[in-house]
């Protein structure tokens, strides 16, 4: 019996844990943005103050030309491997400039989704997930009404 208990109390914890590390770790936040606030817009940041050591060559040379900008917003790339891009939006004048992994660039498609996956693979992760949960759960009835 005290096998069965630790045995359903490991897989408790390890439920708990799936749930909960996975919104810990949720932020697209560039590492150099060394204060900031949360915008209206989603996954946008109000820039307040930026750690310049961190900024890549490019991003240095646009911070001492143009200075810092007044919001700094995550994209990624509609592409098939979909890489993150870090939008600098500067209001007066009006300008947005580009890095795809700390290089500038002139022209991107923007995809304003911050997932990693594309909707096909994100379909196939939903419907494979319901598929093992359905599995899982018919095995956990079978097993709690007929093995007993």
């Given at each position: ?18 749930l909960l590390v996975p919104s810990i770790a949720c ?122």
């Amino acid at each position: 019996m005290n096998l069965l208990l630790t045995f359903k109390s490991f897989w408790v914890y390890t439920t708990l844990a799936v749930l909960l590390v996975p919104s810990i770790a949720c932020t697209y936040k560039p590492a150099y943005l060394q204060q900031g606030r949360k915008a209206q817009v989603p996954e946008r940041w109000k820039v307040e103050k930026i750690n310049s050591p961190l900024l890549s060559p490019d991003e240095k040379s646009v911070y001492e030309t143009m200075g810092p900008p007044q919001f700094i917003r995550f994209y990624r790339k509609l592409s098939p491997n979909r890489e993150k891009i870090y939008a600098w939006v500067y209001a007066e004048p009006v300008r947005f400039v580009t890095f795809v992994n700390g290089k500038k660039i002139d022209y991107a498609v923007l995809d304003d989704d911050p997932s990693s996956l594309s909707q096909d693979q994100q379909k196939r992760l939903l419907w494979g997930g319901i598929t093992a949960g359905a599995v899982v759960g018919l095995g956990g009835l079978m097993y709690y009404f007929f093995a007993k």
